[in-house]
């Protein structure tokens, strides 16, 4: 890992959606850490300092949905850009209003679309 590559925290249990992810954000230049569930995220969040993470929502232990509410609950976490990403079609009801609609993505999705909303989220 590069001290001045961006770290993204995956926050996925479905390992195929967590390899898909670590090839593409790798490959765009990122280092990527992965979390298998949101107490892991959680917990990887204080521990490796992400620069951004990207949340499932339906998650065994901690769900994504918490696991936001906890970050936003935090002073130190709380502006810690987040992108959801989930197979949950109503997930826009819920994290629109916390993330806005551009940070909220539904599977399947053009991973084109998401590397150039990371980039600006992190402002590249």
Known sequence: MSDNRPLILVVEDDE???????????????????????????????????????????????????VLRELREDDRLRHLPVIV????????????????RQN??????EPSVLTDRIQEVLGE
Do not use: C, W
């Open 16 to 66: 195929s959606v967590q390899g898909f992810l670590s090839v593409l954000l790798e490959g765009e230049g990122y280092d990527v850490v992965l979390a298998q569930d949101g107490l892991e995220g959680l917990v990887l969040v204080e521990l490796r300092h992400p620069n951004l993470v990207i949340l499932d929502v339906m998650m065994p232990n901690v769900s994504g949905e918490r």
């Open 85 to 100: 990403v989930s197979g949950k079609h109503d997930v826009h009801e819920i994290f629109d209003p916390i993330l806005g």
């Open 104 to 109: 909220v993505f539904t599977k399947p999705f």
